[in-house]
C-alpha cells in the first residue's frame, strides 16, 4: 500500500496532490442507471429496418413526444436504422434504447457541415469547432441546442458553456462566504432563492494578479512566476463555473452534493448564480453509431462525422454505446455529473476518441475501450485519446483499454482529474494552443497505469504537472515527444510504486475512494 494512500485516508477532502473525485458520475457515482418505463417504440413513428430508409425523423418524433410526455423510455428494436439527420435528445428524462451495442445500429449517412453548417472557431483562423464540438447523437436542453444552432448557422460562433451563447446571460442567486477546498457546506448571504434539489452553479472570478489559476496550479513560486497575462485563450475560459446541486439549506448553512473544489475567497467574488436550464435524467443506451467510412480530415478540419455528446448535461449517461468510423467519438461539452460506462470506440482512426472540454466537472468514464485504427492515418491528421481541457476539474477515466491514444490535455489549465487502472498503447499526442496556457493544473492523478509501449509522454506526471501523483506504473521512458512542465522549480509531484504493474493497492483509486463513503 502506498503512502499516498495512508496520507488520503486521513485527509480525503483537502489531500495536496489526490483529489477526491468518489462522488464523481451520475447520481454521485451509482451503479444503476434508471429503468423508466417504455413510452414509445421508434417503428410506431416511421421508423423501418432496413437499413435504406431515412428513419432519423421517426427516432426524433419518438425522442420529442417521450419529452412531451415528461419522460420515458423509447425503443428501437435490433437492425440497421439508416439516420440523415442528428438524434436530439433535449428534454430530461428521456432515455434512448437499443436493444444492444451489437444488435442495434444507427447508420449516420452525413457529418455536421452538412447538416448544420461550417462551424468556425470564436478565437479565429480556419479551424473548424467540428473538431472538438458537436455530436451526430446530441444530448443537450432543446433551447440550448436550438440556441446553439441559429448562432452556428449565423456564423456567430458561440461560447458553448452553462449561461447560453453569451458569457454574462446569468444572474446572481446569493454571494458566499468565504471557505476552504473540501467543504461540504457553505455559508449563503441570503438562501431566499435555494432549495434542495436545486441545480446551481458556482462562479468564481479571478483578480488582477491571476491568484485564482495560481490557486488551480497549487500556488507557490512555481505558478507566481508564470506569466498569466497574455494567455488570452485561458483567461477566456475564467470565470471558473462548477454546476452541483443543493441537498440541504438550513437558514444560511447550504449543504452541497460534493465537496467544494476549491476555497472560496473574496477576491475571486464567489457566488451561486442561474444558468440554462439543465438537461437532467436523460441516457442513451444499447446501441451502435456508425457514420459512412470516409478517409480522416487534416488536423482540425473535421467535418463532424462525430459520435455521442453531452452538452449542459447533468446526471445523464451513456451505456454500452459504441461508435464507429468517426472523427470525434464521445464529447462532454460543459457537462457534469455524467457516465459513460462500457463505451466503445472503433473502426478507421479518430482525431479525438474523448473530449471532455469547456468546463466540464465530476464526469464518470469507466469501462472504457478505444480499438486501433482498421486503416492506416492519413497524413496531416492527429490522434489525441482520453482529452481535458478548458478548466475541467474532478473527472474519473476508470478501467479502460487504449489499444491507440494518449492521456491527453489541450491546455486550458485542467486540474484535479484521475486516470486509474488502464492499459495504454501510448501512441498519441497532446494537443492545445500556446494562449491556453499550462498542460497541468494541480492533483492530477495516474494511478495503476500500464503502457504496453513503455512510452512515458503525458502519463509519468513527475516531472510535468504540479501538486500531482503517479503511482503504480510499469518503468517507461520518454521518446518521440518531450513533455516540458510549464512551471519553474519543484513542482511538489509525487512517484510511488514506479517500475510495478497492478501492485499497487487499492488498485482502483476511485473505487477505493467510493468505498470510503460507504
Known sequence: MPSLWREFIGHPFTHPQIPFVGRAGHRGGTSRFPRRPVVADVRDFGAVVNGTTDSAPAINRAVAAAGRAGGGTVTIPPGTFRIDDVIRVGHSNVVLRGAGSGRTTLLATKNLTELIGVYGSRYGGDKSSWSWAGGLIWLA????????????????????????????????????????RGSWTVTVQDPSALRPGALVLLRLADDAGHTLLEHMSGGGPGPEAYTWDDKTKLTSYVPYEWPVRITRVRGRQVTLERPLPLDLRPEWDPRLTTHVRELTGSGVEGLTLQAVETPQQPHLLDKGH?????????????????????DNGFGLVAASACTLRHTRVAGRGVHHPYFCREGSHD????????????????????LHG???????????WSRGDMLMGTFDSHRGLPFANVRTDITV???????????????????????????????AGMIR???????????????????????????TGDLHSRLELYGTTDAVRPRNLHDAQRALLR
Open 141 to 180: 436542453p432543446e433551447a440550448r441546442w436550438n440556441s446553439l444552432v441559429a448562432a452556428i448557422r449565423a456564423k456567430s460562433w458561440p461560447f458553448e458553456g452553462w449561461t447560453g451563447n453569451r458569457r454574462d446571460e446569468w444572474r446572481t442567486l446569493t454571494t458566499l462566504a468565504p471557505a476552504g
Open 306 to 326: 462525430n459520435g455521442v455528446v453531452f452538452q449542459c448535461a447533468y446526471d445523464c449517461w451513456a451505456d454500452d454505446v459504441t461508435v464507429r468510423h468517426v
Open 363 to 382: 464526469n464518470l468514464i469507466e469501462d472504457f475501450t478505444i480499438e486501433a485504427r482498421t486503416t492506416p492515418a492519413p497524413a496531416n491528421t492527429q
Open 386 to 396: 482520453i482529452n481535458v481541457e478548458g478548466l475541467s476539474s474532478h473527472n474519473v
Open 425 to 455: 498503447h501510448n501512441d498519441g499526442r497532446h494537443g492545445g494552443d500556446a494562449s491556453a496556457g499550462p498542460l497541468f493544473g494541480a492533483r492530477f492523478t495516474h494511478w495503476n497505469i500500464r503502457v504496453t509501449n513503455g512510452r
Open 461 to 487: 506526471l513527475d516531472g510535468l504537472a504540479p501538486h500531482s501523483a503517479t503511482v503504480g506504473l510499469n518503468e517507461v521512458t520518454e521518446f518521440d515527444q518531450i513533455d516540458v512542465p510549464d512551471f
